[in-house]
């Protein structure tokens, strides 16, 4: 079965920092993976998704995310954290029938 | 356009009372789900539509818990005999296939059992 598993509960940066939040995979077929922001009160937003095309994926805001087979993991990057980066972050792969999320990353962000 | 609506956005219940959420897809997407969101977790699935009828419904919990999409579009989940373990926030989202391609979320019902 697919899952996901993201590294860190927490993450703070200061504003200008790079953003690094950390996710790997499970799964026993090629896999869709995505990565959705929650801000606070609101559903999830896409920022990006994988679907066996290009390694390196751009999404919006200025996320990145690159597929790396070897490591199973589909880390989100940001060159330079903005203040309105906070929030809470989902890494998540496509099942079957369902999308199955992470637990999630809280990030902070520190003027 | 207009994304997926979730009506209530807050609901208040007492213990073993019976709630109903609502769930207004995207005009056009046959595939729906549900997906329930505990304090300082990801969301977890329920449920899954496509078009009237619940494709997969291994998600649900027990069989308090039912949904129904009787012309394909709203969706309605319902819950008897409310438990305090119940309270969290419940997600729907709506795709334009079942492939659980790309799925747009609504903002979710915060639902609270006292």
């Known amino acids: 079965a697919q899952s996901v598993t993201q590294l860190g509960s927490h993450v703070s940066v200061s504003e200008g920092a790079l953003v690094l939040l950390r996710c790997n995979y499970s799964?026993?077929?090629?896999?869709?993976l995505f990565w959705y922001v929650q801000y606070p009160n609101q559903g999830l937003q896409l920022l990006l998704k994988?679907?066996?095309?290009?390694?390196l994926v751009k999404g919006i805001n200025g996320f990145e995310a690159e597929f790396k087979k070897s490591e199973t993991s589909f880390h989100l990057t940001k060159p330079s954290a903005h203040m309105s980066d906070a929030a809470e972050y989902f890494c998540a792969v496509s099942g079957k029938n369902d999308m199955r999320f992470g637990a999630g990353t809280r990030l902070t962000v520190k003027p | 356009g207009a994304g997926v609506s979730q009506t209530p956005s807050n609901k208040v219940t007492e213990k073993g009372k019976y709630v109903e959420l609502r769930c207004d897809p995207i005009s056009g997407h046959t595939a729906l789900y549900w997906y329930r969101q505990s304090l300082g977790q990801g969301p977890e699935f329920l449920i899954y539509?496509?078009?009237?009828?619940?494709?997969?419904d291994s998600g649900l919990p027990n069989d308090r818990f039912f949904a129904v999409r009787p012309e394909g579009s709203v969706s309605t989940l319902k819950i008897q005999r409310t438990e305090r373990g119940d309270s969290a926030v419940y997600l729907c989202a709506s795709s334009l296939s079942g492939s659980s391609y790309e799925q747009y979320f609504g903002p979710g019902t915060r639902l609270t059992v006292t």
């Open positions: 799964s026993s077929v090629p896999p869709y």
């Open positions: 539509f496509q078009g009237t009828g619940a494709a997969d």
């Open positions: 994988y679907t066996s095309a290009a390694t």
